[in-house]
């Protein structure tokens, strides 16, 4: 899991074995930050996706200012694979508890399970899962709850949504000064 910006992006072969026609898309990255993964890579240069979407293969924009959320598999030769099943989002379009969390919360969450609910009835069956309804109630995956809560383990080792305080209002006024 890192904040990068694309560098730049070349096609190149998936493997070396020159039977093998697939071809991946290298994307060169400035690794600004680093959530998770420390213990198997200390700094990534570069990111691999296929080349094709319909092999799951993700478009980034290269050579400008915006900055992604990336997150992906390490493979065994210390390559980084990023698809469309990772969750890859422009930093300017998470939200203020999303970046927040990255730091620290989310990692409070690590020993939870989050069961996505589809359709009603659904309920946890064990107390270290938190319910995830965005789908139900909003029909999409990255609705309010995945932005705005953390599903973090308790002292007693229960598991629920946590939601850290609400950035203020831009329009707010404490009515209680004269």
């Given at each position: 899991?890192?904040?990068?910006?694309?560098?730049?992006?070349?096609?190149?072969?998936?493997?070396?074995?020159?039977?093998?026609?697939?071809?991946?898309?290298?994307?060169?990255?400035?690794?600004?930050?680093?959530?998770?993964?420390?213990?198997?890579?200390?700094?990534?240069?570069?990111?691999?996706?296929?080349?094709?979407?319909?092999l799951c293969g993700v478009k980034l924009e290269a050579n400008n200012k915006k900055q992604y959320l990336l997150t992906g598999q390490i493979l065994s030769d210390g390559k980084?694979?990023?698809?469309?099943?990772?969750?890859?989002?422009?930093?300017?379009?998470?939200?203020?508890?999303?970046?927040?969390?990255?730091?620290?919360?989310?990692?409070?969450?690590?020993?939870?399970?989050?069961?996505?609910?589809?359709?009603?009835?659904?309920?946890?069956?064990?107390?270290?899962?938190?319910?995830?309804t965005d789908w139900l109630i909003e029909r999409k995956l990255y609705g309010h709850q995945a932005k705005h809560y953390a599903c973090i383990k308790r002292s007693d080792g229960?598991?629920?949504?946590?939601?850290?305080?609400?950035?203020?209002?831009?329009?707010?006024?404490?009515?209680?000064?004269?």
């Amino acid at each position: 899991v890192i904040r990068a910006k694309i560098s730049s992006e070349k096609v190149v072969p998936a493997s070396d074995d020159p039977l093998d026609t697939h071809k991946m898309i290298r994307y060169e990255i400035k690794q600004i930050k680093m959530f998770k993964g420390f213990e198997k890579v200390k700094d990534v240069q570069y990111v691999y996706t296929p080349f094709d979407s319909s092999l799951c293969g993700v478009k980034l924009e290269a050579n400008n200012k915006k900055q992604y959320l990336l997150t992906g598999q390490i493979l065994s030769d210390g390559k980084v694979l990023i698809h469309l099943c990772n969750y890859i989002e422009p930093w300017d379009d998470l939200s203020l508890s999303q970046k927040k969390s990255l730091n620290q919360r989310y990692q409070m969450g690590c020993g939870c399970k989050i069961t996505t609910c589809y359709m009603v009835p659904c309920s946890i069956t064990t107390p270290n899962e938190c319910l995830w309804t965005d789908w139900l109630i909003e029909r999409k995956l990255y609705g309010h709850q995945a932005k705005h809560y953390a599903c973090i383990k308790r002292s007693d080792g229960t598991c629920s949504w946590y939601r850290g305080g609400p950035p203020p209002e831009k329009e707010f006024i404490d009515i209680s000064e004269p």
